[in-house]
Structure formats: structure tokens, C-alpha cells
């Protein structure tokens, strides 16, 4: 095992955190966000339910 480097043991700045409020959910990212590599059928299964639940969608993955 490595030790951490001295970047690794710094808190990530704020001005590289977000929390994705800004930037519209797309399919791709909620396929991401479940965990699961994107496929045409997960992309099509998340574009539905963006359609139905919009951006809440992301939150019934992530709370």
C-alpha cells in the first residue's frame, strides 16, 4: 500500500466542488450515478425517467 501524498490529504478547493445543480442532468450521468456503465438501454431507461421525474431522478439514486 502507498502512503498518501501530501495532495491526497488536503480537502478538495471549492471552487472544484459542485454539487451538478448548474449543468442539466443527462441520461449518461444518471446511468453513471446508478453505478452502471452506460449502455444504449440504460441511456434509453434514464432518458425515460428524466422525462417523467426531471432532474429528482438523480435524487432518487443519491439522496
Known amino acids: 500500500m502507498t502512503e498518501p501524498t501530501d495532495s491526497d490529504s488536503r480537502p478538495t478547493p471549492d471552487h ?5 445543480a448548474e449543468h442539466p442532468v ?10 452502471r456503465t452506460p449502455t444504449p438501454e440504460l441511456i ?9 421525474y426531471g432532474a429528482v431522478a438523480v435524487e432518487r439514486l443519491l439522496p
Not at 16 to 20: A, I, M
Not at 28 to 34: G, R, T, W
Not at 44 to 52: C, G, M, S, V
Request: charged letters at 40%; a negative charge.
Open 16 to 20: 472544484l466542488l459542485h454539487t451538478g
Open 26 to 35: 443527462d441520461p449518461e450521468d444518471l446511468v453513471m450515478a446508478s453505478g
Open 44 to 52: 434509453e431507461k434514464a432518458r425515460k425517467d428524466l422525462e417523467e
